[in-house]
C-alpha cells in the first residue's frame, strides 16, 4: 500500500530537458525529506540531489549543480527533478527515496523507494 512511484523518463537529444516526478501513495510526503539516485549501466548508484522535509534544504551533485533543480508540492505528495541541458552522462535509471533527513538519504538511510524511471540521452 505504501509506495512510490517514479514518471517522466524517457529519450531526449543532448541539450533537453526532463522532469522526474516521485508520487507518494499511502502515506504522506510532507513529513520526510526525499532525495533521488540513478545508476547507470555497470556503474555505482550515485545520489544526485535531495530536498529537506522542511523544503529548505537541498543537496546537489557537483555534476548536476546548475542543470538539475530538485522541487516538492506537499499538496500533490509529490517530488520533482527537473532536468536541463542533459548530456549523454546522464543516461540512468533515476530512482527517489523518502527519508527521515537529508543526511540519512544520502547514507541509504530511507524508509520508502521507488521502482526507478528510464532516461535516455542519446543523439
Known amino acids: 500500500q505504501l509506495q512510490l512511484v517514479e514518471s517522466g523518463g524517457g529519450l531526449v537529444q543532448p541539450g533537453g530537458s526532463l ?6 501513495s499511502g502515506f504522506t510526503l510532507e ?9 547507470a549501466p555497470g556503474k ?24 538539475f533543480t530538485i522541487s ?10 527537473q532536468m536541463n541541458n542533459l548530456k549523454p552522462e546522464d543516461t540512468a535509471v533515476y530512482y527517489c527515496a523518502a527519508g527521515r533527513t537529508i543526511d540519512d538519504i544520502l547514507k541509504n538511510n530511507f524508509d520508502y523507494w521507488g521502482q526507478g524511471t528510464q532516461v535516455t540521452v542519446s543523439s
Open 31 to 39: 513529513y520526510y525529506a526525499i532525495g533521488w539516485f540513478r545508476q
Open 44 to 67: 555505482e548508484r550515485e545520489a544526485i540531489s535531495c530536498i529537506s522535509r522542511p523544503g529548505g534544504g537541498t543537496y546537489y551533485r557537483e555534476s548536476v549543480k546548475g542543470r
Open 19 to 24: 522532469t522526474l516526478s516521485c508520487s507518494a
Open 72 to 81: 516538492r508540492d506537499n499538496a500533490k505528495n509529490t517530488g520533482y527533478l
